[in-house]
């Protein structure tokens, strides 16, 4: 079935323990995005891949780490994770990015104390 | 810097309604724009997608419309049903980013 993983789906944390949310596609596809949704902000591009190697910031990277080294992965990394991280995250994919439907994640919901 | 709105931001219907989600946004130089649905707890879903030289799409019951001069964006359900209900999200795309709108909650009555 194709589909975009995300593990975990629910993770509570404390304040400055680094944390790695992996992401997997499994369609091939060139472009992968990680967002945070909040409520009353709606949701917000974090990094974004165009392809292995290429990795670009989107409209909130403060506080975020992302690596592109296969092209089925993106993980998010937070090194230093404060409570204002606290947020659903999701990640998505598209075949081209530009002019190709995005396809999400369930998402991760995460929790800094 | 690209805005986004929707109108209106909840919505609840009887099952059967014709019914109509608006989307506006602010710089009309996108390239495309797409229609997603989220169902509580989960992730997004894409609806349809239009490209900028296109007016109109439709998938089933689902029509969506462009105005990318006036920049405005249609998503019109026919025979609205139950399992209609989730949060329509738009998201013209600006550059290489997609910029989300806040959505519209749906709820179809039985």
């Known amino acids: 079935e194709a589909q975009v993983t995300q593990n975990p789906r629910y993770l509570i944390t404390v304040t400055g323990k680094k944390l790695t949310v992996t992401c997997s596609q499994n369609m091939n596809h060139e472009y992968m995005s990680w967002y945070r949704q909040d409520p009353g902000l709606g949701l917000r591009q974090i990094y974004y891949?165009?392809?292995?190697?290429?990795?670009d910031k989107g409209d909130v990277p403060e506080g975020y780490k992302v690596s592109r080294k296969e092209k089925r992965n993106f993980p998010l990394i937070l090194e230093s994770p404060s409570p204002n991280q606290t947020s659903l995250y999701f990640c998505a994919s598209s075949p081209e990015g530009r002019g190709s439907p995005l396809h999400f994640g369930n998402g991760t919901r995460l929790t800094v104390t | 810097k690209q805005e986004v709105t929707q109108i209106p931001a909840a919505l609840s219907v009887p099952e059967g309604e014709n019914l109509v989600l608006n989307c506006s946004f602010t710089d009309s130089a996108i390239y495309n724009l797409q229609w997603f649905r989220q169902d509580p707890g989960k992730g997004l879903t894409s609806l349809l997608l239009i490209q900028s030289s296109q007016r109109e799409q439709t998938s089933g019951r689902l029509n969506a419309s462009l105005d990318k001069s006036s920049g405005r964006s249609t998503l019109y359900i026919a025979a609205s049903q139950p399992g209609d209900s989730a949060t329509y999200l738009c998201a013209p795309l600006d550059g290489q980013n997609f910029v989300f709108g806040p959505g519209t909650r749906l709820s179809v009555l039985p």
């Open positions: 891949s165009m392809n292995v190697e290429v990795t």
